[in-house]
């Protein structure tokens, strides 16, 4: 038997914009160890080898801040709190439920656009 692959990746915005800049920063004093949470909790339950915590760079949801995409699924979660990730690990990592309640509003997450679509949308 091979080597299994994650059931999940977590992809966590770790951009942290200067001050002053238009975008809330998905990183602030208040957030900063989040990603620290995620990743202790997922080792605690011992789900570190099947679902991995990756440190990502902007993903343009600035404004909804702190964000993290659950793979398989393109589930973006945002406004995120360590009590919030508590809870999606629970019922949707290991519940396999999303959380609804805790998912970026459609109008900034809407269905994605195939590559060939977009192409042909640019003229291409
Ligand atoms: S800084 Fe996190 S989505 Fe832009």
């Not at 900063?32 to 993903?59: E, N």
């Not at 999303?98 to 109008?107: C, G, L, R, S, T």
Request: net charge neutral; aromatic share 6%; charged share 15%.
């Amino acid at each position: 038997m091979g080597l299994p692959q994650p059931a999940f990746y977590i992809f966590k915005c770790e951009q942290s914009s200067p001050p002053g800049m238009p975008k809330p920063s998905c990183v602030n004093p208040h957030t900063q160890d989040i990603f620290q949470h995620l990743a202790q909790t997922l080792m605690q339950k011992g789900l570190i080898a099947t679902v991995q915590p990756i440190r990502t760079s902007c993903m343009n949801r600035c404004n909804v801040g702190p964000i993290m995409l659950v793979e398989p699924g393109h589930v973006m979660y945002a406004g995120l709190t360590k009590e919030k990730i508590n809870e999606i690990i629970d019922r949707h990592i290991i519940g396999g439920e999303v959380v609804q309640e805790y998912v970026i509003p459609a109008e900034l997450w809407d269905a994605p656009i195939t590559p060939a679509d977009m192409m042909k949308q640019m003229g291409r």
